[in-house]
T-cell receptor, first 114, second 112 residues
């Protein structure tokens, strides 16, 4: 299984809602990543987990809260988002943190904040 | 009112021609570079990589060239096919993996 899955595919939420994005991989990878991608722009790194510990937080607002419950799962909890947070949220994983050339990306969750 | 948006560089090529996609990177300390392909509705997919101690690397139908003097990277696709239509991103990183940045991206359209 060489796949990163993400759910849901699409999500529409209001600014007062609380929702979560989920990411799963069963490749035994120990590094997992969250990226945000706006239309016609490159992905921007948000968070990196290495061995289930938060390794990198790229100064992301606290309304985004990552969680890594185990080595296969990565969540992104959303609360009090703004319309400008609407974007494609990509999850990725790699064997180790430094093995970026082996980074597998999921298809993303298309988020719309009303 | 005025709308401001990012202009994604575009490249259109005839099927069978060679494509060259360029990328300028910013950090002179970056020592590892990756090209990704992103098709519509999908996440980025690894194509080829190159380390800073090399100036050229070849894969299947793809070649990456690195010019560290001018901080420039290019991706050459031979005999471009319709399935190559996608947005191509370069990415730069330090070997530690602690800093990782995607370039602007180029949208490639292959004309049958």
């Amino acid at each position: 299984d060489t796949e990163v899955t993400q759910t849901p595919k699409h999500l529409v939420m209001g600014m007062t809602n609380k929702k979560s994005l989920k990411c799963e991989q069963h490749m035994g990878h120990r590094a997992m990543y969250w990226y945000k991608q706006k239309a016609k722009k490159p992905p921007e790194l948000m968070f990196v987990y290495s061995y289930e510990k938060l390794s990198i937080n790229e100064s992301v607002p606290s309304r985004f809260s990552p969680e890594c419950p185990n080595s296969s799962l990565l969540n992104l909890h959303l609360h009090a988002l703004q319309p400008e947070d609407s974007a494609l949220y990509l999850c990725a994983s790699s064997q180790e943190l430094a093995r970026l050339n082996e980074q597998f990306f999921g298809p993303g969750t298309r988020l719309t904040v009303l | 009112g005025e709308s401001v948006g990012l202009h994604l560089p575009t490249l259109s090529v005839q099927e069978g021609d060679n494509s060259i996609i360029n990328c300028a990177y910013s950090n002179s300390a970056s020592d590892y570079f990756i090209w990704y392909k992103q098709e519509s509705g999908k996440g980025p997919q690894f194509i080829i990589d190159i380390r800073s101690n090399m100036d050229k690397r070849q894969g299947q139908r793809v070649t990456v060239l690195l010019n560290k003097t001018v901080k420039h990277l290019s991706l050459q696709i031979a005999a471009t096919q319709p399935g190559d239509s996608a947005v191509y991103f370069c990415a730069e990183t330090l070997n530690t993996g602690n800093q990782f940045y995607f370039g602007t991206g180029t949208s490639l359209t292959v004309i049958p």
